[in-house]
């Protein structure tokens, strides 16, 4: 069975940093894309950034220059690395990805970890 398992969330100053991992397990072939979803309260859920199987990048306006999404692809994991945090970006932050594994190929999700940018 896959799983993706989110780590690094936490509280963090505004003008802060934190780095985001995402690691898939389980019996899997490959991974297509992966990427990085946000939930605020009372918001939907909206993407923040994307990486394709041969590296390329996308990001959501609102971080663009701030956020770079990185994967290491021995690993099975997706980072998110993130700067200069504003109080907007706090949110439960997902990790997504399509993956290849026995009996078939599908998208996952992780269960979610929390990002709260305070003073």
């Known amino acids: 069975q896959v799983q993706l398992v989110e780590s690094g969330g936490g509280l963090v100053q505004p003008g802060g940093s934190l780095r985001l991992s995402c690691a898939a397990s389980g019996s899997i072939f490959s991974i297509n894309y992966m990427a990085w979803y946000r939930q605020a309260p009372g918001k939907q859920r909206d993407l923040v950034a994307h990486i394709t199987g041969f590296g390329s990048t996308t990001y959501a306006d609102s971080v663009k220059g701030r956020f770079t999404i990185a994967r290491d692809n021995a690993k099975n994991t997706v980072y998110l690395q993130m700067n200069s945090l504003e109080p907007e970006d706090t949110a439960v932050y997902y990790c997504?990805?399509?993956?290849?594994?026995?009996?078939?190929?599908?998208?996952?999700w992780g269960q979610g970890t929390q990002v709260t940018v305070s003073s």
């Open positions: 997504n990805a399509e993956i290849s594994a026995k009996g078939g190929r599908f998208s996952y």
